[in-house]
């Protein structure tokens, strides 16, 4: 049925040193990572990031400056039809002929794909609840993201990718959206490669995460570990007789992001260490430290919240 | 499953929060020797995370004897609490007790006051065991 087998283990998607210019400006700057088989990876950015143009030449859509994506171990831009037969998408902006119901639709694509599951896709509309005689161009923006995500979920695909998918759609057309990519991770632990500004959403769904930050990717880890490391860190500061040094307090933790609030420091650190804090909150002039962990939103933020430059003063904070 | 919660800005990983969490459901009895448990499939949709977390957590109850899994019909709570070697289970009571007593001294709380606490969570457990 598919004419390759990538090598056992390997990637799906594989992005190399990806650089994506228009004109002077850079939108993907010497961008890599992987998207390993399993895996829900979740790339995250502000917009104008640099997402959507990753996203794009993924799918084989433009082509990069240099580094051409892999899926399952070959060139996209070179085998675009052969290789996209194995993958889902749904696009940024549900998008389809406006006459078109969803059984017009699920019969066109049908003849596309060698592996398709009529059944799964009308159980589907069916949970949605989508009526299926109406045209897409009269569903409203809840239901033409489920229709999608149905047509993308029936050839059950090796990867499936999701480009913002319930951007602008209400608190119950977005639960019902996951809920629904829920069971088909269940199912089939398909691969999953996404797009998102649902941060809260995600954060019990992605297994690893990307940040691009103007067109730089900043952050390429695991959700564990990066939990773990990320920490926020609250204390006060103040001078004593035998402090020498002020300002190289959190140097262990690697601070990102350091404010002086009038009672003491707030501080975002990426290297938290128990041990280390312990011997930190002791130390002569830091008064009430404590530490919080923190949401993959509040580490979204620290990282990609400021403009590139501005995030860091360098750990120090001036009494 | 109501009484299952998740706290995802918290440092404990997910899969760790599911096993802590049927931990507690069966042993104040929320979750019955012999019963079934829900499915992966549906606590990942319910909780809305990823089934392999699920899992994951499920698979360490299985192994640690806590629940059964029965190939092609599901998983249940083990009909009786898991027998462990009297030095194994010496072993993993020893760990526990040394993060709880951590954690409380962590937060100024004496040994008296920790171990006040530590009765008082034994009774609520035996306590919901007697409801009919």
Known sequence: ?319 | MRALHLDFSSATPIWSQIEEGMRRLVASSALEPGRPVPSVRDLAKDLRINPATVAKAYQRLADAGVFTVKRGDGTYVADAPPVLARAERTKSLRQAALGYAAFASSIGAGHAEAADELAAAWRSFAARKEKP
Not at chain 1, 210 to 218: A, M, P, Q
Not at chain 1, 245 to 252: H, I, R, V
Not at chain 1, 299 to 313: D, L, M, T
Request: glycine content about 10%; overall charge negative.
């Open chain 1, 1 to 319: 049925m598919t004419s390759s087998v990538p090598p056992p283990g390997g990637p799906l998607l594989e992005i190399r040193n990806l650089t994506v210019r228009y004109g002077k400006a850079t939108a993907c700057d010497d961008v890599s990572f992987q998207v390993a088989p399993g895996s829900v990876y979740a790339l995250l950015g502000r917009n104008g990031a640099g997402k959507s143009s990753l996203v794009r030449c993924a799918l084989g859509e433009q082509k990069a400056d240099s580094g051409s994506p892999q899926l399952f171990g070959e060139d996209v831009w070179k085998h675009r039809a052969r290789l996209l037969s194995r993958v889902g998408v749904v696009p940024e902006e549900p998008d389809a002929p406006a006459a078109m119901t969803a059984r017009h639709l699920e019969a066109f694509c049908r003849e596309l794909y060698p592996r398709w599951d009529s059944v799964s896709f009308n159980q589907r509309l069916e949970r949605f609840g989508v009526p299926q005689q109406t045209p897409f161009g009269r569903l409203s923006k809840g239901q033409k993201g489920q229709v999608l995500l149905a047509l993308a979920l029936a050839p059950s695909p090796d990867l499936l990718v999701l480009d913002d998918p319930t951007l602008g759609l209400d608190v119950v057309a977005r639960r019902a959206f996951w809920e629904e990519l829920m069971g088909e991770l269940a199912d089939r632990g398909t691969t999953v490669f996404l797009t998102t500004h649902d941060l809260a959403a995600i954060e019990g769904i992605a297994t690893r995460v990307g940040i691009l930050k103007e067109g730089r990717l900043v952050l390429d880890e695991e959700v564990e570990t990066l939990k773990s490391r990320f920490r926020k860190i609250r204390y006060g500061n103040r001078i004593t007789e035998t402090r020498t040094e002020f300002g190289t307090e959190l140097d262990a933790f690697e601070s990102v992001r350091v404010k002086v609030r009038g009672w003491g420091i707030e501080a975002v650190v990426s290297n938290w260490d128990e041990g280390a804090f312990e011997t930190f909150r002791r130390q002569d002039g830091v008064e009430g430290a404590e530490s919080s962990a923190m949401s993959l939103e509040d580490i979204f933020f620290a990282v990609a919240g400021e403009p590139r430059g501005a995030e860091k003063n360098g750990g120090t904070a001036t009494p």
